[in-house]
């Protein structure tokens, strides 16, 4: 069965400084991965997607991450955060073309420090 | 455009009571799906419909229940409303299978 691990529950960083979420998933077939951000009181915005090719994948708000099929990871990047970063993040995944049935994680908050 | 609808944005039902909320896909979109969001975890999904016809369904009680109309908007129905009820429910709409999902801001359900 399919399972999601955020390892980290909450991330605190400075402004500025680079952050990576961290995302393993465990599946015995191909899968698509997903980011999604929640910010306080909203629903949830798609930050990227992985579905073939690239295993680099750039989304919205300057966030990257990078799919390793080997060590079945998904990492969310971003090179220098902002205030405005500050939210939950949730990695998700599902097996073959449907993207309805995804399994998610437990989520991330980014909390950034001034 | 509009995005994905919810309503109504909270509510505070007592246990045992029924609750029905509901959700307006995107416009062209004919798929949608539920999800529930229980505080400090991630979402669960409840059911898809595309084209009014149930194509999945999560690991929940028949207590849960929805169905989509014929202008794709949706209703979900939770029956015997217990306290672990007590969640964020989230509609997100799509185009058909492989595109991108939409997520509304969500129904804030409190069982008192």
């Known amino acids: 069965a399919q399972s999601v691990t955020q390892l980290d529950s909450q991330v605190p960083v400075f402004e500025e400084a680079p952050v990576e979420l961290r995302c393993n998933y465990s599946?015995?077939?191909?899968?698509?991965l997903f980011w999604y951000v929640q910010y306080p009181n909203q629903g949830l915005q798609l930050l990227l997607k992985?579905?073939?090719?690239s295993t680099l994948v750039k989304g919205i708000n300057g966030f990257e991450a990078e799919f390793n099929k080997s060590q079945t990871s998904f990492h969310l990047r971003k090179p220098s955060v902002h205030i405005s970063d500050t939210a939950e993040y949730f990695c998700?995944?599902?097996?073959?073309?449907?993207?309805?049935?995804?399994?998610w994680g437990a989520g991330t908050k980014l909390i950034i420090k001034p | 455009d509009a995005g994905v609808t919810q309503s109504p944005t909270h509510l505070i039902k007592t246990r045992g009571q029924q609750v029905t909320l509901r959700c307006s896909p995107i416009?062209?979109?004919?798929?949608v799906s539920w999800y529930q969001q229980v505080l400090g975890q991630g979402p669960q999904f409840i059911f898809q419909?595309?084209?009014?016809?149930?194509?999945g369904r999560g690991n929940f009680p028949d207590r849960f229940s929805a169905r989509q109309f014929p202008n794709y908007s949706s209703e979900l129905n939770v029956n015997a409303l217990l306290l672990g009820d007590s969640a964020l429910y989230l509609c997100?709409?799509?185009?058909?299978?492989?595109?991108?999902?939409?997520f509304g801001e969500g129904s804030w359900l409190t069982v008192v």
């Open positions: 998700a995944v599902s097996e073959g073309e449907s993207n309805y049935q995804l399994i």
């Open positions: 599946s015995s077939v191909s899968v698509y």
């Open positions: 992985y579905l073939s090719g």
């Open positions: 416009s062209g979109h004919k798929s």
């Open positions: 419909y595309y084209e009014k016809e149930e194509r």
């Open positions: 997100a709409s799509s185009r058909g299978s492989g595109n991108t999902i939409y």
